[in-house]
Structure formats: structure tokens, C-alpha cells
């Protein structure tokens, strides 16, 4: 590698730090106030985390490749009127065969970690550990030893939306509680497979997405609508199948491979609309536990669902006139299995929204989940827009859903396992929005571990490069790094974006100006960006990368 010239560029004349206690923002015009905007400058603990994200489904196309089975993504995506375009992940970002690529990228960013998943289809084509793909494992193990080879840490999601599609055909997927035992099956292989090197998984990625996107009508694949019925029987045994996946890791595993076994769940931050209506405020907490809690409380709380879910869903289901209530019950045993089976608490964090009580509560004749909980939930259109309709950038929010799960679950260690920002410039390299979120919800989180004592070990940026959007198909980018998807060879091209949070990794977080930044250099491509790197102090490095790197 030919040595790259490193220049400090020291900012510090600007007029914006003529006097150094003035508060800067991010976004001045939006997020002004003093107490909770004002930026922070501090480097973050020893050890942290910096990492970023894929998964398979977006990624890897090769979804005929050396007996790969087909997964229910396929099918879905497959299907014309289901995504943007008709797009599918048949090839994406073609890191089946590109995957060198990807280590390449993540290594000139000096990234140590990646978090990735692993296709379920591509190692047991039909679902079931009866019949194991050897090319599917040979495929991984190539990525693991490439990713490990160069320093880099793998952090491994067993699940990430592409569930085989026999399982989907025989019994109805997460509907039937039979996967339970193929999903353990499953993890029993990728354990035994890759725990030698392996010591960071996931078990599931985002359950609230598969069960009421997937089951309930959200348009996700398997495409099934049974909002209200289905999407509780779906997490249900998406909690009761990670479970399984814990404790096998637990019981056969742990003593040998050592390593920490998570799941991961999404959430906004629901903020209450008016803090001063104690309607908003339970408005707000009956919003984070139908969302967060679904799934978070019977892991980190007591086994079960939260008392919210079981009395309002308990209620409506009986004033609809059905037997029994819609929310599935766990027996005391299954209770017991479930509480404390995660080693962390993953968090996939984007976006904020208001909460309010509506004028009352009419119960539909339908079954809906959102009728189950009656929540008015908006985003302001004054909130800085992205390239997706539901992402606004509320950097405040993270630092307050971070509190909440502090308080709500007895203080875990958390691992931010996704965080970004959408466009639909699809293009250009130069993305000052994705680094103004970046940078703002960055250093909300260095703001919770700060001042809220939220212990916090990892942050993850989603997404190391451009790739298929689920249903928005390619027409919504979240990549640090550009993918042309015209391109036979789907080159990958850093943007701007890829360059600052390597400069985050590389200071650990934002050292004030006055003291000396870690001036370790991210390298730059030698292609489309200029040899020459830049490291600035933050939070100016946004202005240094316009002017003087392209
Ligand atoms: C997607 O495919 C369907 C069915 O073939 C077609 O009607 C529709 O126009 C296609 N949409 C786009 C955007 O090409
Ligand atoms: C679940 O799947 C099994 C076979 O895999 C089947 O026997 C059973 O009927 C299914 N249960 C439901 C509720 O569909
Ligand atoms: C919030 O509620 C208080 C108490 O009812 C009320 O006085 C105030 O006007 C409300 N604020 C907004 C923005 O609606
Ligand atoms: C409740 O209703 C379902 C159909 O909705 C039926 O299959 C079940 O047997 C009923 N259970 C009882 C206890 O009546």
C-alpha cells in the first residue's frame, strides 16, 4: 500500500469557535434548544465498539448459487408488484462472489468489526439440519477467515428475514410452532460450524418487523395477513425460538466457544407530544411496550409480555367475541426459559416519533395490532426528511430511548447494532445528510453513556454499502459506500459519509479541539477521492471533507 500523506487540519479560526463555550448544533435550525441539543465533545470508553452492517438477503445474491435452497425473500421479491421496480435481490450487491470486496472496503476504513447474517437456505437448503450445503458453509468460513485475517471481528446474525421458503410451504413458518426446533437446529450447525471463530451472534434480527411486517400485513415477506391474530402467534415463537437459540448455545457451546449470544429488537423513540398530559405520557409508554416491550420484556423483565399488552389486548379480543384472547400466553416453565436468555441487549435505532391518546378507543371488528393499543403516532414534517417516508432524523431520541432501556431493564449492556440514514441521491458520493446524522446521533450516543450512565458497548452503522431495500427495493440507499447496481461488477466507491465515520472510529468519538485527536488514518481508495487524507477536527470535518478530499 503506497503511504498516504496525513495533514491535521485545525480549524479552530472559524468564526462558529471564536469563543469556544458557545453550544454548536447540528442542526441549528431545527434542534436548538441548549439542555438537550448542544454538542458534546468527549471520545468514547476504552474498547468501544465501532462497527458496521449487512445482511445476507441485501447483500449476497447468488439466490440459485451451489445449492443455495430458495428463502421466502426470494419468493416475495420474485413476485412482481411486491417491491419498488420489481426489484430483487437476485444478484444485489453480488457479495457471493464479491466478498473479498467487502473485507477490502471495511479494511481501508480501519472498521475491526462487521456485522453480517448468514443465509438460512444457503446452509440448509430445505430449513432443516437433515441436509447440510457444504458450499453454503464453505462460503462463510472463506468470510470469516478473510474478515479475521485483516483484524476484523465478525458479529454474526443467525436470522435476518430470509427464512427458508420449505418452511414457509410446510407448516406456515413462525406461524407453526415447529420451528422452534428447526431454528435451534440451525443454530446448532452455525454453532458448531463457526463458534471456533465466531464469538458475537444474533440470534434474530428485529422480530417486531418479521411478525407484524411479515404476519401482519405489512407487506414484508411471507407477505401473510393476520394482523392482530398471526403477528402474535409469529412472535411468539420468534421469542420462544430465540430463546432455544440462546440456551443451545448456553448448554453445549458456552464452555468451549465462549462467546456472547444476543438478540436484537427495533424500536422508535416514542416521545410523548405533551409532556405536561399525563394521557401523553402513558400514551408514549403503552407505545414503547407494544413495540420494544413485546419482545423485551419477557427477555429482560419477567418472562412475559408486558401487563399493557395483556390487559388491553386481553379486553379487546373479548369485546370482538373471541374465545380466548389473541395474545398467546407462555406456561410458567416457558417463562422461566425465556427471562435473562440474551447475554446483551441489541438495539436497532433510526427514527422518533410523537405519542398521544386519541379522543377514545374504539374497538374495531377487525383484529389490528395498532387498534390493540390506541396510540396517535406522527413524525413532524418539521424533522430533517431522509430518502424513506417513516425515517426522520431525531437525534435526541436515541439518547432517550437508550435511558429508557436502562431503566426499563435493569441496566444491560447494550449494543447499538444498527443506526443510519436513507437517500435517494443514488448517485452522488457526496451525502452531508448522512454524516449530519451520523455525526448528531453519534454523539447522542456519547451524551447517554456520559450523562445518563447508560452502559453502552457498541455502536453499528447501517449500512457499509448501498443494497436492497426490502420493499423499496434499490430505490432508497442507507450505503457508506456506494454499490452501481448497472454494473456487472457492482462496484463499491466510498461516499463521504464512509470517510467521517472512520474518523469517528478512528478518534473514538469527538475529542474536544484543544486536546490532540488520535490522527490514526482511514485510508482512502486511490480511485475516485484524491490520495490525500484529511483528519479534522470534529465536528468540522463535514466542511473539510467537501473542500479539500473531493
Ligand atoms: C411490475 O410487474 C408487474 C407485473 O408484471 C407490472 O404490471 C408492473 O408494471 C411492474 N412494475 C414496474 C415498476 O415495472
Ligand atoms: C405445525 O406443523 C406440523 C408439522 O410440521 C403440523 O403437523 C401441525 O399441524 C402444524 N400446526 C399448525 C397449527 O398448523
Ligand atoms: C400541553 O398541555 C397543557 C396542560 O393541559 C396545556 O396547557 C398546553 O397548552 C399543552 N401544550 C400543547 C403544545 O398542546
Ligand atoms: C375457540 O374458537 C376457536 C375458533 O375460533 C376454536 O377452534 C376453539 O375450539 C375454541 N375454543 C374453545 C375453548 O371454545
Not at 413462525?174 to 450447525?189: K, Q, S
Not at 403477528?231 to 468451549?256: C, E, G, M, P, Q
Not at 412475559?304 to 367475541?321: A, L, N, T
Request: aromatic share 16%; glycine share 8%; hydrophobic share 35%.
Amino acid at each position: 500500500m503506497l503511504p498516504k500523506m496525513l495533514i491535521l487540519v485545525t480549524l479552530m479560526l472559524l468564526p462558529v469557535v471564536s469563543n469556544a463555550d458557545d453550544p454548536y448544533y447540528v442542526y441549528p435550525d431545527v434542534f436548538n434548544d441548549p439542555e438537550r441539543d448542544a454538542f458534546l465533545f468527549g471520545t468514547f470508553p476504552e474498547g468501544f465498539i465501532w462497527s458496521s452492517a449487512t445482511s445476507s438477503y441485501q447483500i449476497e445474491g447468488g439466490y440459485d448459487a451451489d445449492g443455495k435452497g430458495y428463502n421466502i425473500w426470494d419468493t416475495f421479491a420474485n413476485t412482481p408488484g411486491n417491491i419498488a421496480n420489481n426489484d430483487t435481490g437476485n444478484i444485489a450487491c453480488d457479495s457471493y462472489n464479491k466478498w473479498e470486496e467487502d473485507v477490502r472496503i471495511i479494511k481501508e476504513l480501519d472498521l475491526e468489526y462487521y456485522r453480517f447474517s448468514l443465509s438460512w437456505s444457503r446452509i440448509l437448503p430445505d430449513g432443516t439440519a437433515d441436509n447440510v450445503n457444504q458450499a453454503g458453509i464453505d462460503y462463510y468460513n472463506n468470510l470469516i477467515d478473510g474478515l479475521l485475517a485483516d483484524g476484523i471481528t465478525p458479529m454474526v446474525t443467525l436470522y435476518h428475514w430470509d427464512l427458508p421458503q420449505d418452511l414457509q410451504d410446510d407448516y406456515g413458518g413462525w406461524l407453526n410452532e415447529t420451528i422452534i426446533y428447526d431454528f435451534g437446529e440451525y443454530a446448532r450447525v452455525c454453532y458448531e460450524n463457526f463458534g471456533d471463530r465466531v464469538k458475537l451472534w444474533l440470534t434474530l434480527n428485529e422480530p417486531w418487523i418479521i411478525a407484524q411486517l411479515g404476519y401482519g400485513c405489512g407487506g414484508f415477506a411471507p407477505g401473510v395477513c393476520a394482523d392482530g391474530t398471526g403477528s402474535y402467534v409469529a412472535a411468539h415463537n420468534l421469542i420462544k425460538s430465540h430463546a432455544k437459540a440462546w440456551h443451545i448455545y448456553d448448554d453445549d457451546f458456552r464452555a468451549t466457544q465462549a462467546g456472547r449470544v444476543g438478540i436484537t429488537l427495533n424500536s422508535d423513540w416514542m416521545e410523548p407530544y405533551n409532556r405536561s398530559l399525563e394521557t401523553d405520557l402513558n400514551a408514549a409508554e403503552r407505545a414503547q411496550q407494544f413495540h420494544l416491550g413485546w419482545f423485551g420484556h419477557p427477555i429482560f423483565v419477567d418472562g412475559d409480555y408486558p401487563e399493557v399488552m395483556r390487559e388491553m389486548i386481553d379486553y379487546s379480543s373479548e369485546v370482538q367475541g373471541y374465545n380466548e384472547s389473541r395474545l398467546p400466553t407462555f406456561t410458567a416453565l416457558e417463562k422461566e426459559y425465556i427471562l435473562g436468555s440474551s447475554d446483551f441487549f441489541g438495539l436497532n435505532h433510526y427514527t422518533t416519533g410523537y405519542a398521544s391518546k386519541p379522543d377514545e378507543w374504539v374497538i374495531s371488528d377487525n383484529p389490528s395490532y395498532y387498534n390493540d393499543y390506541a396510540v396517535d403516532f406522527w413524525k413532524d414534517p418539521e424533522w430533517p426528511s431522509s430518502g424513506s417516508d417513516w425515517l426522520k432524523s431525531v437525534p435526541w431520541g436515541i439518547r432517550r430511548l437508550l435511558e429508557w432501556i436502562k431503566d426499563e431493564y435493569g441496566d444491560p449492556e447494550i449494543y447499538v447494532t444498527e443506526n443510519g440514514f436513507s437517500t435517494k441521491d443514488i448517485d452522488d458520493l457526496n451525502d452531508p445528510d448522512r454524516i449530519d446524522y451520523y455525526q448528531s446521533y453519534i454523539d447522542e450516543v456519547l451524551k447517554a453513556i456520559e450523562m445518563d450512565g447508560v452502559n453502552v458497548k457498541a455502536y453499528t452503522a447501517w449500512s457499509l454499502m448501498d443494497n436492497f431495500e426490502w420493499a423499496a427495493g434499490y430505490t432508497e440507499r442507507f450505503g457508506m459506500h456506494h454499490v452501481d447496481f448497472d454494473d456487472d461488477d457492482r462496484p463499491r466507491t466510498q461516499k463521504d459519509s464512509s470517510l467521517f465515520y472512520a474518523t469517528v472510529k478512528a478518534n473514538n468519538g469527538f475529542p474536544k479541539p484543544t486536546e490532540e485527536p488520535i490522527t490514526e488514518e482511514p485510508a482512502v481508495a486511490g480511485s475516485s477521492h484524491l490520495g490525500l487524507t484529511i483528519t479534522c477536527f470534529l465536528p468540522f470535518v463535514n466542511f473539510c471533507l467537501r473542500k479539500f478530499i473531493l
